[in-house]
């Protein structure tokens, strides 16, 4: 679909699934509720799982909150449009469907050409991973058709570049101190987001925090068809063994997905590699190395964490 179709489909209330640099997003125009509320059914998301609010600049987002500071802006000037998604306080125009109630609102600006120029016409697109809830998020255009068949209109721009969603970030600002919060590891480590800001002259302490909201602190999320089985120091058969025992299932087809060793290839490839391997297989094997505990593989070992069903 052409973003000039997705243009007309958004703005007559539809859901369309649009490119960005980290995943597929399943968006909808903000000012309508009732595309707001296509998203949740048709992702089958609860209602309690709130939405990142796309923008295409700086001054749009600032129009969707009641708050914007100088860490929000500092970090927006140097990530915008990328991987990074900034919590605010939300202004009045942010419906409490998008917010799961909170009064916070997730905003974030997308680096990728084809949803930028579908962004400049509206004030903001709620977007979540163009999935069904829980499921593996979609890296390509076909991962969306697969996922939805015809029910789902995409705008197809490529492979994601990055591959595993943005990280998430809520600011808190107490008598002179910034702290930022994690609430979701992604692209930008903790120890980028200090540098990013120090370079700006502002001294921050940075934190991983779980999720107040889902899925943060939801077990499960981003599973494939197949268990997804994980060990670190311990063989092939072991982990199967365990794993069968606990599953109570037995594995003919067992296939190991190796991460290598560069992070950003790694988060690149992982959904897909999930979706490719699940069709052949009957369990995926992960096993993974000291050096995939170091924090730049943060954000893949959280989306794998959670992609497991055995876990050792
Ligand atoms: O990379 C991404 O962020 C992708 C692409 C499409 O932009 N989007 C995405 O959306 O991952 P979604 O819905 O799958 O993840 C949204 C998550 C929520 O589950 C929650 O963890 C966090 O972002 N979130 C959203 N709004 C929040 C809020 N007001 N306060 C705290 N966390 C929030
Ligand atoms: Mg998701």
Redesign the pocket.
């Known amino acids: 679909m052409s973003v000039t179709e997705a243009i007309l489909r958004l703005k007559a209330g539809d859901t369309v699934a649009i490119p960005?640099e980290?995943?597929?997003?399943l968006a909808a125009d903000i000012k309508q509720i009732s595309a707001l509320k296509k998203i949740f059914s048709t992702k089958e998301r609860p209602f309690f799982?709130?939405?990142?609010v796309?923008v295409d600049s700086i001054e749009k987002a600032k129009k969707l909150v009641t708050h914007w500071s100088h860490v929000h802006e500092a970090l927006a000037q140097k990530c915008w449009p990328g991987?990074l998604?900034l919590?605010a306080p939300k202004a009045d125009v942010i419906d409490p469907i998008i917010?799961s109630g909170?009064t916070?609102?997730?905003l974030?600006c997308?680096n990728h050409p084809l949803s930028l120029n579908i962004l400049k016409q509206f004030e903001g697109l709620a977007?979540?991973?163009a999935n069904k809830f829980g499921k593996t998020?979609p890296t390509r255009a076909e991962h969306v058709r697969s996922e939805f068949s015809d029910e789902v209109y995409v705008v197809d721009g490529g492979e994601c570049e990055v591959g595993i969603?943005?990280t998430?970030v809520?600011v808190t600002e107490l008598e002179n101190r910034v702290a930022l919060k994690i609430?979701?590891p992604?692209f930008y480590s903790a120890a980028d987001l200090e540098k990013i800001l120090s370079n700006a002259g502002i001294e921050a302490q940075v934190s991983y925090a779980e999720?107040?909201?889902?899925?943060?602190h939801l077990k499960h999320h981003y599973m494939p068809r197949i268990p997804v089985v994980v060990g670190h120091k311990i063989s092939m058969a072991e982990i199967l063994k365990i794993s069968e025992g606990e599953l109570t299932q037995v594995f003919t087809r067992p296939i190991e997905l190796s991460l290598g060793s560069d992070p950003q290839m790694a988060a690149r490839e992982f959904y897909q590699k999930l979706r490719l391997l699940s069709h052949e297989h009957d369990v995926i094997v992960v096993l993974t190395q000291d050096h995939h505990h170091a924090e730049e593989w943060l954000g893949i070992m959280n989306r794998l964490t959670k992609a497991a069903s055995v876990k050792r």
């Open positions: 960005t980290t995943v597929y997003g799982d709130p939405l990142i796309h991987p998604t919590i917010t909170l916070d609102v997730a974030r997308p977007a979540p991973s998020s969603e943005s998430v809520a609430y979701r992604g999720s107040p909201v889902a899925p943060g």
